[in-house]
């Protein structure tokens, strides 16, 4: 598995510039999810609810853990798999039993953000699937026969499965992105908008999505409301709207999950309810004077910013122990200066940058 939060090794280069090229890579939690030294990627030891993309093919490994799922139930879009079937890239929810940077899983679960048809390409990095805005970044995981592996190698109409985190209303993060031949149905996760209780219609980005028959059981009163964090799965309606009809509609929560002494979550940040609490997710998060934060402050924490929170699951809330901004920033170019502490870039006059005692050189 790739080690995330750090940049490739590469030989020494010699030359007779007195400026050097240097690839900054300004990761404000120090490192990715599971980041960090290998101590940190596990924890205290118990039962354990680890949620984050799957760092390898064939193999269960989440958050720097590696687990052991041969007596584990593997499910991928509702359907009984194997271990062989978990990908690089697929986020998945794992449940078991965690001892330092291993653990036995009892149970893995992987859905999409959403499979349907691909609509457009608005640039090298945002496409448009069944309504929805996926945005790529150079960690995204492509299938097989994709290539390149970029958005440059999908075609427009073509089906796609995409693997991620809903990032804001309309908006998802794909780690992961399949071709499919066919589909027997369409899915979306994503947050309600446009809610219209006469027709029984919502939108999920740009998606109308037909409600009246489908199965809403899961939703409070069984009727959705905008703001929700909802997963859809119908088919698509021959009409003007495209809609799709859909079969069922439940939370994206984990409220079925037990308690976790240990638990981990990467996700984005859809709801903030108050200074101490927010959504990751489907996942109510509690901080407290005691939560550590790195790579970022509470005051920074807004729809739309990736997490890594560490902590224990009590009664459906995650009491955070610790909070890592995923953000990262990453700049290319000869030095123009370098004074004390800081230094600027050929090109970019407007940017410093400051390094300390705990910044990393490659």
């Given at each position: 598995p790739r080690e995330r939060g750090r940049l490739p090794r590469r030989g020494t280069r010699t030359n007779d510039r007195l400026t050097t090229l240097i690839l900054f890579r300004l990761l404000a939690a120090g490192g990715g999810g599971g980041g960090g030294t290998p101590s940190e990627g596990g924890g205290i030891g118990g039962t354990g609810l680890h949620i984050g993309p799957n760092e390898g093919d064939g193999a269960v490994q989440v958050n720097g853990i590696a687990f052991d799922a041969a007596g584990a139930a593997i499910t991928i879009s509702g359907m009984n798999a194997a271990e062989a079937d978990v990908r690089d890239g697929m986020v998945a929810v794992v449940s078991g039993n965690v001892s330092g940077n291993t653990g036995t899983a009892t149970s893995v679960e992987i859905e999409e953000v959403v499979k349907g048809r691909l609509e457009q390409k608005l640039d090298a990095s945002t496409l448009v699937v069944q309504g929805q805005t996926v945005q790529v970044d150079e960690s995204t995981v492509y299938g097989p026969g994709i290539a390149p592996a970029a958005p440059a190698g999908l075609t427009i109409n073509e089906l796609l499965e995409v693997y991620g985190f809903v990032k804001s209303p309309g908006v998802v993060f794909a780690t992961?992105?399949?071709?499919?031949?066919?589909?027997?149905?369409?899915?979306?996760?994503?947050?309600?908008?446009?809610?219209?209780?006469?027709?029984?219609?919502?939108?999920?980005?740009?998606?109308?999505?037909?409600?009246?028959?489908?199965?809403?059981?899961?939703?409070?009163?069984?009727?959705?409301?905008?703001?929700?964090?909802?997963?859809?799965?119908?088919?698509?309606?021959?009409?003007?709207?495209?809609?799709?009809?859909?079969?069922?509609?439940?939370?994206?929560?984990?409220?079925?999950?037990?308690?976790a002494q240990e638990a981990e979550i990467e996700a984005f940040v859809t709801e903030v309810l108050s200074p101490t609490q927010f959504r990751l997710g489907g996942h109510l998060v509690q901080t407290n004077a005691a939560t550590v934060f790195r790579g970022g402050t509470a005051m920074e924490i807004v729809v739309g910013v990736r997490l890594d929170v560490h902590g224990s699951r009590v009664n459906d809330v995650l009491l955070a122990t610790k909070v890592e901004f995923e953000s990262e920033v990453k700049l290319e170019s000869d030095v123009a200066g370098v004074v004390g502490n800081t230094i600027t870039l050929v090109g970019l006059p407007g940017i410093t940058v400051t390094v300390d005692a705990i910044t990393e050189y490659d």
């Open positions: 992961r992105i399949e071709r499919e031949s066919s589909l027997s149905e369409l899915r979306a996760q994503g947050i309600v908008t446009g809610l219209d209780l006469m027709a029984q219609t919502f939108l999920i980005g740009t998606q109308p999505v037909d409600y009246s028959g489908a199965d809403t059981s899961d939703l409070p009163g069984g009727v959705p409301a905008n703001g929700q964090l909802v997963r859809v799965r119908g088919l698509s309606a021959l009409s003007p709207q495209d809609e799709i009809v859909a079969t069922v509609v439940r939370l994206a929560d984990f409220d079925d999950f037990d308690d």
